[in-house]
């Protein structure tokens, strides 16, 4: 079975180089900065990558109405991080082997 690569893909979509073997409270850091800055520069394209990652809207308002006291990018940072792992997992369990597939029924 394949192993997810979250650094890999926070990278890919966030524009962010993360070093292979960055942990995950690591990568939610890393992360987080990145959050903030386009919360200040940039909120528009934050939006459109919240929306490419599929982070449910009720529930980023509700995780940053109750963590008032944490920093907003923090937040956000763990709620994509989740959401990208969630995704990962299930393009995994879906993923039809090429072997199964005719030679003329591939793309």
Excluded at 3 to 13: A, C, D, S
Excluded at 21 to 40: D, F, M, P, S
Excluded at 50 to 74: F, I, P, W
């Amino acid at each position: 079975m394949e192993e997810i690569n979250l650094n890999k893909l926070v990278g890919e979509y966030f524009q962010l180089s993360v070093p292979p073997k960055t942990g995950r409270e690591a990568l939610h850091k890393l992360l987080a900065v990145k959050i903030n800055g386009l919360i200040q520069t940039d909120f528009h394209q934050l939006i459109v990558l919240l929306y490419r990652v599929d982070v449910s809207e009720e529930k980023l308002k509700y995780l940053l109405k109750m963590n008032r006291d944490t920093d907003a990018g923090q937040v956000i940072a763990e709620l994509i991080v989740d959401r990208l792992c969630e995704k990962a997992i299930s393009k995994m369990k879906y993923k039809m082997p090429q072997k199964d597939i005719d030679e003329a029924e591939r793309w």
